[in-house]
């Protein structure tokens, strides 16, 4: 649970660089603040909820997010022209540029999230693993930094034993990445990675690691304070997700042992304490079929998912990082120690044809959403309201809380039941489907779940 803290010099105005459900949440904890909001929006987001419910709304630009939400200059006018103390950056868009966060820093505006030096650091994820290893956190068996030649490829590959993976460096969301089941494929695939990931991103750099064929994906949400201080708040399963989208997360993970979870969190306080991680991060692990987890990468900001370890730890994360950037104690912030209570899972609602998964996007005609005991809905969806073609198709978060699993299904089963969207297609069911699985049901699945589901 949290306290009722509030540092001597909060902020009086925040600016959201960000659109959609996740603008919409950070206002809410704005509001329970009693801090200020602005609202900035593209031309296609005139008529949207954050820019009716925020206290100031500026447009910054055409729809393209080039050209507004990732459009630094745009957004550092509208902060001065607002007299905004400090920018919250959401998730996607800026919300991992170091550059952008360097820029509110000398503009004189706080950055609500890590440092920039970490955000830069976390982001190189060879880089991120070498700091992990440094700190004695589990990592797959991989090679040493970034690979420099092909030879080196070979003679690493041949000490880890195939399969393995090559990834960028820069990389992120599966581009870049290339898996090598035969020897005689390593420099072909290397050029692969490498070209891809110079084209995608800045930087050409790739690393290799051990291959896990099916693995189950569980992070770690944490809270770090300005005094040195970090907590880990507990896992999300985020292992059902489709072409590296999730669409459903879950806390606690029906496969993470209790020793496990124990002896990864102490290492990770120390870790993260050790790097001097601040506000609020994701640390990502793969596990192996023995249950053991392996650190793959930091994601430093807000997650999606983050409802999901709000409903078990009673913990209001947005409220956190605020509090955090104002200069707050984690101590006088959250109750410590963290307490967490029963089960919580999200499905995320998508505009998307449920068969071929290619956008919906359009006009809803009809809106009505679920509620009821054990379930929270973040949206930013109303009837006659339009998601516009330009952005991530999100169109809201349906959370679902119980003392147990089984509680906690039934109850999201439920609330689907009685969410209505008419106008656009969605992955409602979807949804359906996977909770009705009985495989799903019985916490037995690895990412490679939706793809053989499909495949039936
Ligand atoms: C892996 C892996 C297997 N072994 N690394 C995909 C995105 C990026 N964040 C990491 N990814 C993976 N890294 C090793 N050494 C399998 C994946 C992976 C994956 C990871 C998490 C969730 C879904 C996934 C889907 C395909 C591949």
Redesign the pocket.
């Known amino acids: 649970m949290e306290k009722r803290f509030l540092p001597s010099a909060p902020f009086r105005k925040i600016l959201i660089a960000n659109r959609g459900e996740i603008a919409l949440r950070i206002i809410c904890a704005c509001k329970d603040l009693g801090i200020g909001t602005v609202a900035v929006y593209s031309e296609a987001d005139r008529y949207s909820l954050p820019v009716r419910f925020a206290d100031e709304a500026i447009c910054i630009g055409p729809a393209k997010s080039a050209r507004s939400y990732l459009d630094i200059p745009s957004i550092i006018s509208a902060a001065e022209i607002t007299n905004t103390d400090a920018i919250h950056p959401g998730y996607g868009f800026l919300s991992e540029n170091a550059s952008f966060a360097q820029v509110c820093e000398t503009s004189g505006i706080t950055f609500i999230g890590p440092k920039p030096a970490v955000i830069q650091s976390m982001g190189i994820k060879e880089r991120a693993r070498t700091i992990m290893r440094e700190h004695g956190v589990p990592i797959?068996p991989?090679s040493d930094g970034v690979l420099e030649s092909a030879e080196q490829a070979v003679e690493t590959a041949a000490k880890i034993g195939l399969p393995v993976?090559l990834?960028a460096s820069a990389?992120?969301?599966?581009r870049g990445?290339r898996?090598v089941h035969d020897a005689a494929d390593i420099p072909a695939l290397l050029a692969q990675a490498q070209n891809e990931a110079g084209a995608a991103f800045s930087s050409a750099d790739v690393y290799m690691?051990?291959?896990?064929?099916a693995?189950r994906?569980i992070e770690f949400q944490v809270l770090g304070d300005h005094h040195g201080n970090v907590e880990i708040l507990g896992e999300r399963e985020?292992?059902l997700?489709r072409r590296?989208q999730k669409l459903l997360e879950e806390s606690p993970s029906p496969a993470l042992r209790a020793d496990v979870r124990e002896r990864v969190s102490a290492k990770l306080k120390e870790a993260l304490e050790g790097i001097g991680y601040t506000n609020a991060g994701t640390v990502?692990f793969?596990m192996d079929e023995d249950g053991s987890l392996?650190f793959?990468?930091v994601n430093a900001r807000i997650q999606v998912e983050h409802p999901v370890t709000e409903m078990v730890t009673g913990i209001d994360l947005v409220k956190a990082q605020i509090l955090i950037a104002a200069g707050g104690k984690l101590a006088d912030i959250i109750e410590l120690p963290v307490q967490r209570r029963g089960h919580a899972i999200e499905c995320r609602i998508n505009a998307e044809n449920p068969e071929t998964f290619t956008p919906s996007p359009g006009r809803i005609t009809a809106f009505n959403v679920p509620g009821g005991i054990g379930i929270r809905v973040d949206t930013h969806g109303y009837t006659d309201g339009v998601i516009p073609p330009y952005y991530d198709s999100l169109v809201a978060k349906l959370i679902a809380h119980g003392r147990d699993r089984d509680e906690a299904v039934q109850r999201m089963k439920r609330a689907l039941d009685m969410f209505v969207v008419e106008g656009i297609h969605t992955s409602i069911p979807l949804h359906k489907r996977i909770l009705t699985h009985p495989d799903f049901l019985a916490g037995n699945f690895d990412?490679?779940f939706i793809g053989r589901m499909l495949a039936k």
């Open positions: 797959l991989g993976i990834k990389g992120g969301g599966g990445m898996v690691e051990k291959f896990i064929t693995p994906h985020c292992s997700q590296h990502e793969l392996y793959i990468e990412t490679n």
